[in-house]
């Protein structure tokens, strides 16, 4: 069956010049990369991505991870894999969420670390689930940005609105 998943590599992942060894290893899931940005991280964007783990003590710290601010970089590359077991398939290669419990070939095995605070920084997030992967993929992107259709969207008009622009 053909699924959808959020992929984020993270400021750390960034920081230690991560990106195209992360991206080898994604490619031998042989899925199709549908959307794919750099993004800076505000403090809603990480809050919401991590809102399931608002009520855990080190919630703050998670936040400011996503956002960069441990690492000097305040951005994430953001990607939507899509194709047959896209979730178990991103999943199995990024390995266990802990580093020290990951499988030393998978991703976070290879590049992630525990802080002397017990922070995890894994280098890489994986939508868990096709219900997860789905409020992070409207989350993250809109629809306008993927290159095929993942889910119904709809066309609105919107008023002019403040923006930034090029001088």
């Known amino acids: 069956m053909n699924q959808k998943v959020l992929i984020l590599i993270k400021p750390d992942g960034l920081k230690k010049s991560l990106t195209g060894n992360i991206l080898t290893r994604l490619s031998e899931t042989k899925l199709e990369i549908v959307a794919a940005k750099m993004v800076r991280v505000s403090h809603e964007l990480a809050a919401e991505h991590y809102k399931h783990l608002k009520d855990k003590p080190f919630f703050d710290e ?4 996503l956002q960069g601010e441990l ?39 290879s590049y992630g670390r525990i802080t002397t605070k017990g922070l995890y920084e894994n280098v890489i997030h994986v939508s868990s689930n096709p219900e997860e992967a789905e409020r992070e993929i409207k989350l993250w992107f809109d629809p306008d940005e993927i290159i095929v259709d993942l889910y119904p969207a709809k066309e609105i008009e919107v008023p002019p609105a403040k923006k930034r622009v090029w001088a």
Do not use: F
């Open 71 to 109: 690492h000097d970089r305040k951005k994430v590359m953001a990607l939507i894999y899509w194709g047959k077991d896209a979730i178990q398939k991103c999943r199995g290669l990024a390995g266990a969420t802990n580093p020290e419990e990951a499988d030393p070939t998978s991703i976070r095995g």
């Open 62 to 65: 998670l936040v400011r991870y």
